[in-house]
């Protein structure tokens, strides 16, 4: 077996001072057209440092969870990778959407890595610091954002207490996200995932998420994941989650067909009221 190769020292953070921060490795792991340009894949810089969210995320909870555990997922992806190079120069995301062209053998481990590596790469452009001269989070959405979760959700507070609650009720390891279906006037949904499930396979274009595996809080809040919660919102990047918003439309038609949706937890959420 070939042997991997060592992959440089991209773990220390960097301050970027830029309004949208995607560092050029994210934006490899989450190309759409499906090209990684640069095999192996990479760790992304974290588009803050380390002790940036606290008090929310604490230095070592932050440094943990991007340098060991996201790190991983990008280590496992080359070493299943490694002798199939006909996909070593397709991103993250294109492998994640597209399993089945995946050989059964290596199928698995890509639908863990990958998902992992492309929801960590996700998870830290959906966060910024509060307390800083480049801050671009902790403030409410605005503009068609805005409009569209008081529309959805009746306000900003009910969609947080619902995205919380979702969050809080997640069993074992996953994610919950706010996303767009995919018609022309699509809706805004939350939805949870296991393991490192991503919406986009069903068709759904992430807006927000957040991570729920214990390795992401336990650190720092212990078994207490709606204190987590309720301190991550003082770091989500609204900023961010408007700029996927205003590219939504385009970019979930351009995700898989989904012809049966699951059953969302908005609706269900809906039909209750
Ligand atoms: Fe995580």
């Not at 986009?200 to 987590?228: F, I, T």
């Not at 900023?239 to 205003?246: F, K, L, P, Q, S």
């Amino acid at each position: 077996m070939t042997k991997l190769l060592a992959q440089p020292n991209r773990t220390q953070p960097r301050v970027n001072r830029g309004a949208t921060p995607v560092s050029a490795h994210a934006a490899t792991a989450l190309s759409a057209d499906g090209v990684n340009n640069t095999w192996l894949h990479m760790l992304p810089l974290l588009p803050y440092g380390y002790a940036a969210l606290e008090p929310a995320i604490d230095r070592q909870s932050l440094k943990l969870h991007h340098s060991v555990h996201h790190k991983a997922y990008v280590k496992q992806l080359n070493q299943a990778l490694l002798e199939y190079p006909a996909l070593q120069r397709k991103s993250a995301q294109w492998l994640l959407l597209n399993l089945e062209l995946i050989p059964t053998e290596i199928r698995q481990k890509i639908k863990n890595s990958a998902g992992g590596h492309v929801n960590h790469s996700l998870f830290w452009q959906a966060m910024s610091p509060q307390l800083s001269d480049h801050a671009t989070g902790g403030v409410d959405p605005t503009g068609q954002l805005a409009d569209a979760i008081a529309r959805e959700f009746s306000s900003l507070d009910f969609f947080k207490t619902l995205f919380t609650n979702t969050a809080v009720s997640v069993f074992g390891s996953g994610w919950v996200w706010l996303v767009r279906t995919q018609e022309d006037d699509g809706r805004l949904e939350l939805i949870t995932t296991e393991g490192h499930d991503n919406p986009m396979a069903q068709g759904y274009y992430p807006l927000l998420l957040c991570d729920v595996w214990e390795h992401a809080y336990y650190l720092q809040y212990k078994n207490s994941r709606r204190e987590y919660l309720e301190q991550w919102w003082h770091v989500v990047n609204w900023r961010e989650v408007e700029r996927r918003y205003a590219e939504a439309k385009h970019r979930a038609a351009a995700l898989p067909q989904v012809s049966k949706a699951p059953k969302l937890l908005t609706q269900l959420w809906r039909h209750a009221a």
